[in-house]
């Protein structure tokens, strides 16, 4: 048989090689950057058009490149940063593959002006496919531009596994910010679509920070200093009551790259034990400067996990240095540190006495309270209190008749009945479909709380055993979609309006759903680049519960913004529903319980919360059976 293997063509290797470097505009973006850096810049300016779809561009002020060298550095494997392999382990560089601009050529349409200081004109190269098109002399300033035009053009493939430009802008400034917050002397401008999005001036770090998170990081921020033979610490932690519930600003800089490390994020949230809720989650910009010889250098150029050699002595030098500044800035009680502190009695303790524990129940509360009768809140005015739906008002009136004295057997029964027929009033007035087979198999009176996190109910067959949390989202998750839908929302104006701050993309994500905030309830009295004011909110939620869901829902959008209405409502109902749903952990009176089986049953898809988990399983009397 004849001889089958064969050298693969240069521009094939390349477009293989592409695949592991540049997976998405973001990753141009980091490389590009990176070589100006490397190129000793003082000013860099990155320009996108659709998130980098259409065109990355990094104009830098750097050293610029010999017309040869120009030529030579689209070569893969052609790098001026190191010569020989020892060389690895003294790396100063950001690049050191020489893979990066072969790559790139290799999928997309990519021009190059380049002039160095002493030369009189520069060398403008355009390449497509890897194949230099055009090569000419050029007037252009000292440095290097590169544009980057039509990715994986050639690799429809890739090109349709893109997400959104929403999605891919958001990792395009990830990239962006993780590099400006290390380079802090170089000056940085971001353009998206003609606009500037980011214009860094060259500054210290903790103005740095500012000018990308937002003016109100400033007061946020507690100072870490520490340095060991091992390892220099700098850097930031955000106060603890400045935590945040869903994960936001969280950054490791190893040798002034960024990392992702979850052994020392652990680390950092040792250190903040006690000062932070369980669910709340610090903010940190932690730059680290370690030998190079002590880590492993040879990472992959898009992998951002890093094998330090002693990884448990740095883990303890961060905790430690971090509650050493907790302390010392009096956020944090201030810890000894060569005392054992797991053996200590927690300090809020020492002095208290035994007591025998009470309950305190608030007998008024009522988490499922139509909440225009929210008692003694200030909060509201009457002006948008009308109630949308004439069944509403029939089920307030049922509840009035729950306070009026009737003795407990009675009022269950009262309830069961009233909110009963509201339910299938509720049912009726919108499908005809019924819920259930048999009427009598959710009319149900028999309902316990257990561990503060299940109701459990009899049902004729056996029994339900429902998530209250999850039941409970699946509740407002159905009433959320309603009110957007029907743009019936009712809205409690604020007598103080509520101010947030946020960053200019935090805003912007805001805004994509702001029709449908309104939707819910939600009035906006101005927004601005950096600031939101709200003088209306939704009935469902409370003022405190605002943020959070704003949190949450920026987080969502971060994460994956839907393309079209109808996700984007659904994804802003899930949310409310995550931040309004009684928590797991609240105890519930027996009406209480009573009314979220009721509300629950009378879903139009029970069954399941927003995200598809159940809200309650039953067991048959056959399976007690059974089991005796
Ligand atoms: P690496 O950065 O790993 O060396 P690249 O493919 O990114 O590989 O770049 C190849 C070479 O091209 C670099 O080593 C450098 O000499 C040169 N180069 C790339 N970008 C620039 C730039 N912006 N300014 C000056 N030289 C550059
Ligand atoms: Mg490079």
């Given at each position: ?431 005809t479909q019924p819920v259930f087979k048999k009427e009598e198999d959710y009319q ?116 994956d913004l839907p393309e079209n209405g109808f996700t984007l409502t659904d994804l ?57």
């Amino acid at each position: 048989m004849a001889d089958v293997i064969q050298l693969l063509p240069d521009h094939v290797a390349n477009q293989i090689a592409a695949g592991e470097v540049v997976q998405r505009p973001a990753s141009v973006v980091k490389e590009l950057l990176e070589n100006a850096i490397d190129a000793g810049a003082t000013h860099i300016k990155l320009i996108v058009k659709e998130a980098g779809k259409t065109l990355i561009q990094v104009v830098d002020n750097g050293v610029g490149m010999s017309v040869t060298d120009a030529r030579m550095s689209f070569e893969r494997h052609a790098t001026s940063k190191i010569s020989k392999a020892e060389d690895l382990f003294a790396l100063q560089t950001k690049g050191f593959r020489g893979e990066a601009l072969a790559s790139i050529a290799a999928i997309a349409h990519v021009e190059l002006k380049t002039k160095q200081e002493a030369k009189e004109t520069g060398i403008h190269i355009c390449i497509e496919g890897s194949q230099v098109s055009s090569q000419e002399v050029c007037v252009t300033p000292k440095g290097t531009s590169i544009l980057v035009k039509n990715l994986f053009y050639n690799v429809p493939a890739r090109r349709n596994f893109l997400k959104s430009n929403t999605v891919e802008l958001r990792h395009v400034i990830d990239e962006f910010h993780r590099v400006a917050m290390v380079h802090t002397n170089i000056k940085f401008d971001l353009y998206h679509n003609g606009n500037e999005v980011f214009s860094l001036p060259v500054a210290n770090r903790r103005q740095r920070l500012v000018h990308i998170f937002g003016g109100r990081t400033n007061e946020k921020l507690v100072p870490v200093r520490e340095e060991t033979d091992l390892v220099k610490i700098e850097g930031f932690v955000g106060k603890p009551q400045h935590a945040k519930r869903t994960r936001g600003e969280q950054f490791f800089f190893v040798n002034n790259r960024f990392i992702k490390s979850p052994y020392l994020n652990h680390s950092v949230v040792a250190a903040f034990e006690g000062l932070i809720k369980e669910k709340e989650h610090p903010s940190y910009f932690i730059y680290l400067k370690v030998d190079p010889k002590s880590i492993d250098i040879n990472i992959h150029p898009t992998k951002t996990e890093i094998k330090f050699d002693d990884e448990h002595a740095l883990y303890a030098m961060l905790r430690a240095a971090i509650k050493h500044s907790l302390g010392q800035f009096s956020v944090a009680p201030v810890l000894d540190f060569d005392r054992d502190a797991s053996m200590d009695t927690p300090y809020a303790y020492t002095k208290k006495q035994a007591t025998i524990p009470t309950i305190e129940v608030d007998r008024s509360f009522n988490p499922f309270q139509e909440p225009n009768s929210h008692s003694g809140s200030s909060k509201t005015t009457s002006k948008n209190r009308e109630v949308p739906f004439s069944f509403k008002k029939e089920k307030s009136a049922g509840w009035d008749q729950l306070y009026q004295g009737l003795d407990k057997e009675l009022e269950d029964i009262a309830i069961a009945k009233n909110t009963f027929s509201t339910v299938t009033f509720e049912k009726e007035a919108e499908t005809t479909q019924p819920v259930f087979k048999k009427e009598e198999d959710y009319q149900t009176n028999n309902v316990f709380q257990w561990n503060r996190k299940y109701i459990i109910s009899t049902i004729k067959s056996g029994m339900v055993v429902i998530h209250q949390h999850r039941a409970h989202q699946r509740i407002v998750y159905e009433e959320v979609l309603k009110n957007i839908t029907m743009a019936h929302a009712v809205s409690q104006q604020l007598l103080f309006p509520l101010q947030f701050n946020f960053t200019k993309q935090e805003v912007q994500l805001l805004e994509t759903i702001k029709e449908q905030l309104e939707n819910t309830g939600f009035v906006f009295d101005e927004i601005t680049q950096d600031e939101v004011i709200v003088s209306g909110i939704p009935t469902l939620l409370t003022n405190g519960e605002v943020p959070v869901l704003f949190e949450q829902l920026i987080s969502d959008l971060q994460q994956d913004l839907p393309e079209n209405g109808f996700t984007l409502t659904d994804l802003l109902a899930k949310s409310m529903a995550k931040s309004a749903a009684i928590r797991t952990g609240v105890a519930l009176e027996t009406e209480q319980q009573q009314d979220l089986v009721n509300r629950l049953f009378a879903c139009t898809e029970p069954a399941k919360d927003p995200n598809q988990k159940p809200t309650f399983i039953t067991v048959s009397l056959e399976d007690l059976d059974k089991k005796f």
